[in-house]
């Protein structure tokens, strides 16, 4: 097992940049980028595909061990989701899935399933890790944690963007809806909520570019690190 390695933690709500400035940190750095929304994402996306509900605590909890999770990472540094055999990281990037994944996520069983996998790659490379409570509850001892923010509306008009350029039906209002139920189901679930944890750094990225963005956290990451 490797020694001595780092681990960056960003977390934050949806569409305020998380995903973005985590790659571009860990290209920056070499270090291995890992998404784990797109975990809770494909853990969605196989109760959606056998039939049950996102708030449906019973059926969670009876297939979830059905679930054969691997992630793959792409010579160019992309993160691959692995269910069952099938390679389904585009399948999980829709609107419908995002709510999908904030229903299964707060179930403590799908936690519980999923910490060890994310606390493994975390022991064996440098990583960024973006999530929701990478910085509270999967890698409370990271070298350095940031929590990113930015208006509702704001991060409303960047997932708009996103979901249009991939050709997705849907209105910004429907954007804004399902962003703010996202936030509340998020901020409010009794395990691992959405958090700032109290050594986090917080960074508003309303006004900023994403390579002031991007700029701000490499300083003070090299700043902590050396
Ligand atoms: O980052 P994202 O939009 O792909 O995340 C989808 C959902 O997954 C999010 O609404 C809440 C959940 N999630 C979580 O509970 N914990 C994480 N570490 C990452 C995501």
Redesign the pocket.
């Known amino acids: 097992m490797k020694q001595n390695v780092h681990s960056i933690a960003i977390d934050g709500p ?1 569409g305020a940049g998380k995903s973005t400035m985590a790659r571009r940190v860990a290209k920056a750095l070499g270090y291995q980028y890992v998404d ?3 975990i ?2 494909t853990v969605g996306y196989h109760m959606w595909l056998m039939g049950i509900g996102p708030k449906d605590a019973d059926g969670i909890r009876r297939l979830i061990d059905d679930v054969n999770l691997r992630i793959e990472y792409a010579p160019d540094g992309a993160q691959h989701m692995i269910l069952n055999g099938a390679d389904v990281t585009d399948e999980i990037r829709t609107a419908q899935m ?1 709510v999908y ?2 229903g299964v ?1 707060a179930r403590p069983v799908v936690r519980e399933f999923l910490l060890d996998m994310q606390r493994d790659l975390a022991r064996r490379h440098n990583v960024v890790m973006d ?4 910085g509270t509850v999967v890698l409370p001892d990271a070298d350095v944690k940031f929590f990113l923010t930015a208006s509702d509306t704001v991060r409303a008009q960047r997932r708009f963007l996103e979901l249009q350029a991939k050709g997705e039906k849907i209105s910004y209002e429907q954007v804004l809806r399902e962003l703010r139920q ?1 936030d509340e189901q ?1 901020t409010n679930r009794a395990i691992a909520p959405l958090r700032c944890a109290p050594d986090a750094i917080r960074l508003d990225t309303s006004a900023l570019t994403v390579d002031e963005s991007v700029a701000a956290m490499l300083s003070i990451v090299r700043e902590k690190l050396g």
Do not use: L, P
């Open positions: 949806a784990t929304g797109a809770y994402r995002a994944a904030s996520s999530g929701r409570d990478i996202r998020d």
